[in-house]
């Protein structure tokens, strides 16, 4: 049981560049999320997928799109990076629908990626 | 909107010394709280939480009360170790924004033997 799971570890782009961050998840769960962490702000919540099919906005979306391939896939896509875009990237799942109070979100290990 | 702020880091201490980080929140519903626990090169996992006032959480000797007359969660440890060094984040949860994580800044601990 490998939990949630991310790739690439690191990456460097150049701006302008596309690239597709990776996560998969073997727990079952359903809510899928992805993060941002900067120094000195915490995470901030990109984007998320409450289920299969569904995606939702969060926080800082602009500059990111995603895809739920299926339940054990979301993947983060950065269309024409920027180098605000660099940052560690952290995705999570959660067993219940949405933000239900009662389950825990686990956290993959994260991507760091900088953009120059 | 909701809001966490933590004290600022980094935190140096003694191996056994006791550790306090002070969080406060600013929420319109009536969130639970979490602390969660991000160790060198590893993602975050979920240290302790409380979903209503007064109530207490608690985890590998750390622990943190509910307070919604402060509107505080802060967490303690009596007696630290070196490998409780990691970086800590407090983080609501509010169901009337749709219960949505809002994380603290986070504040880095390192225990020194």
């Given at each position: 049981n490998a939990g949630v799971t991310q790739t690439p570890k690191f990456q460097v782009l150049k701006t302008g560049q596309s690239m597709t961050l990776q996560c998969a998840q073997d727990?079952?769960?359903?809510s899928m999320y992805w993060y941002r962490q900067d120094p000195g702000m915490g995470l901030r919540l990109i984007y998320y997928s409450a289920s299969e099919g569904t995606t939702d906005k969060g926080e800082v979306p602009n500059g990111y799109n995603v895809s739920r391939?299926?339940?054990?896939e979301f993947s983060l896509r950065l269309e024409s990076a920027a180098p605000s875009q660099t940052s560690v990237y952290f995705c999570a799942s959660t067993q219940?629908?949405?933000?239900?109070?009662?389950y825990e979100q686990y956290f993959g290990p994260g991507t760091r990626l900088t953009v120059t | 909107g909701d809001s966490v702020t933590q004290m600022e880091g980094p935190v140096t201490l003694s191996e056994e010394a006791c550790l306090t980080i002070n969080c406060t929140y600013t929420a319109t519903g009536y969130p639970s709280l979490f602390w969660y626990v991000q160790y060198p090169g590893e993602g975050l996992q979920l240290l302790l939480k409380a979903t209503k006032a007064d109530d207490k959480g608690s985890n590998k000797g750390f622990e943190a009360t509910y307070r919604k007359e402060t509107t505080s969660f802060h967490l303690e440890k009596g007696s630290v170790q070196v490998s409780d060094s990691a970086v800590y984040f407090c983080a609501l949860s509010d169901f009337s924004q749709g219960g949505k994580l809002i994380f603290g800044q986070g504040t880095e601990l390192s225990v020194k033997p």
């Open positions: 727990m079952n769960h359903n391939l299926n339940k054990r219940g629908y949405s933000f239900s109070l009662s | -």
